[in-house]
């Protein structure tokens, strides 16, 4: 089985850097993605890491240790619209994506 | 390139009705996922198609879920009869390849309401 934990809530300041943590479980691993979602709006692929250490894409990096179970994204100089929930997701055994709940982040002016 | 299209946007029946939701996948897309989205929480896989056959099933109430993908493209998913508990939105994914990179690509979704 998997099990994937993330915190529920999170705040920051417009302009500041935010690290969202998740840790998870599982019998396989094929790769952790995080998506973005939006109230009210499907989710968006934001990344992907298969391997340990940390991937950049512009503002938004990603962390993952395998030995370790353990990702995160890490989100710099924060704009209003960064305001939404992010979700990770594992890609077990089967290649199937198991989202967590997700962390909902508010960012204040 | 156009992304994956679901209808209805919103549905509100009372228990014990039925309901229909239809997914377009992105063309060329050969895995197609239902997901079912509580508020609050994260998605819940239903379904996963490879073509039109299920890969995965395990976790589809299947005394009151059923979902189909004829000739590999389109897929509808159904409630009969719905419950309380029912109520979410339903995600509808697709992706090009199966494996560790398959980015899935959702469409906006299909909110339920069943009172």
């Known amino acids: 089985g998997q099990n994937i934990d993330q915190p529920t809530e999170m705040t920051a300041t417009e302009g500041a850097i935010v690290q969202i943590n998740c840790t998870y479980q599982?019998?396989?691993?094929?790769?952790l993605f995080w998506y973005q979602q939006h109230a009210g709006e499907a989710p968006t692929f934001l990344s992907y890491?298969?391997?340990?250490g940390l991937e950049e894409k512009g503002r938004f990096s990603s962390f993952l240790s395998r030995s370790k179970g353990y990702s995160y994204l890490l989100l710099k100089e924060l704009q209003m619209k960064d305001s939404a929930s992010y979700l990770c997701?594992?890609?077990?055994?089967?290649?199937?994506?198991?989202f967590g709940r997700g962390t909902s982040l508010i960012v204040h002016p | 390139e156009a992304g994956v299209a679901q209808s209805p946007r919103y549905k509100i029946i009372e228990k014990r009705q039925s309901v229909a939701f239809w997914c377009n996948p992105i063309?060329?897309?050969?895995?197609l996922y239902w997901y079912q989205q509580i508020l609050g929480q994260g998605p819940k896989l239903l379904i996963q198609?490879?073509?039109?056959?299920?890969?995965?099933d395990s976790q589809l109430p299947k005394d009151r879920f059923s979902a189909e993908r004829l000739k590999g493209v389109d897929s509808t998913l159904k409630i009969q009869p719905a419950k309380l508990e029912d109520s979410a939105v339903y995600l509808c994914?697709?992706?090009?390849?199966?494996?560790?990179?398959?980015?899935?690509?959702f469409g906006e979704g299909s909110r339920l309401t069943v009172l």
């Open positions: 994914a697709s992706s090009l390849v199966v494996g560790p990179t398959g980015e899935l690509f």
């Open positions: 599982t019998s396989g691993f094929n790769g």
């Open positions: 890491n298969v391997l340990d």
């Open positions: 997701a594992l890609s077990g055994g089967s290649y199937i994506p198991t």
């Open positions: 063309s060329g897309h050969a895995t």
């Open positions: 198609f490879q073509n039109n056959g299920v890969v995965d």
